[in-house]
């Protein structure tokens, strides 16, 4: 079972600790493919923030929309994208999905309802809104999830987006992945509030603000969001409080960062977080979990090897489903 085949009805948290795990396994390995000058372009990772995306893709049905950002690895794996065509768009080869194209800030596969990772932040607000009303038209039950950062919610498209959303009563979730940061830009430099969800009141929208480390919480509260969407009650705005653990991309270091805030936030790891409910649960223990990481360890790393070995693409791919 995973995120891509079944929406639960209560939290399934062993499966989710497995997508997070899955994830950072994943993440880790793309800094080390990044440092090895195998991946062209650039990379965003989103260590520290898995819980975002495995609580809400657990939310969704398998038909649902979401659009997300070029910090979207974990977003495309939560909804069941494969590894090896994961790792082998981002080594720009054949067999990637989207035939090495896209590379690592356009993971993107409608057949799993991932319609878009935009490099452009909040360009996929208005584009979710759009899938949602779409919904809404056909009548046919589905929901669009847009997945943006804090940034997102200055730019003008953010407030189209809301405004447009709460007007038509479209089914959208907005998930606000707010880790404190811009870029390079504290939160607090840049906007005027500290919590974001406030911001949805000028919509007359449904607001909730979150622990975005806590897999179940998000679990539940985009379960909720999604629920009345689906009747009818219109967007939610979801504002989930989290952090990355790496820089903004490539190889920063983040200095710009308090030493004591990365200790916190790292002490609060989402990871650490799921096996702590597993094993007050009494459903797992420590070992156990431990052959689960190192079991993941090993699938990614066959799904990697595989990629590297794929072949490139032909030079006519370049000229394939592209505008004449």
Known sequence: MTAATEQAADPDIATMYRDMVRIRVFEETVQGLFMQSLVSGTTHLAQGQEAVAVGVAHALRPDDY???TYRGHHHALARGLDLEAAFAELLGRATGINHGKGGS?????ARLGLYGSFAIVGAGLPVAVGLGRAAQLRQDGRISATFFGDGATNIGAFH?????ASVWKAPVLFVCENNLYGEYSPLRSTTPVEDLAIRASAYAMRAQIVDGNDVVAVYESAREAAALARVGEGPTFLEYKTYRHRGH???DPAKYRPEEEVKAWLARDPLTVARRRLMDAGSSNEAELDRIDGAIGVEVEAAVERAKSAPWPELSEVTTNVYA
């Open 66 to 68: 979401s659009t997300y």
């Open 249 to 251: 991309s490539r190889s």
């Open 105 to 109: 800030m356009h993971l993107t596969d």
């Open 160 to 164: 189209e987006a809301m405004n447009l």
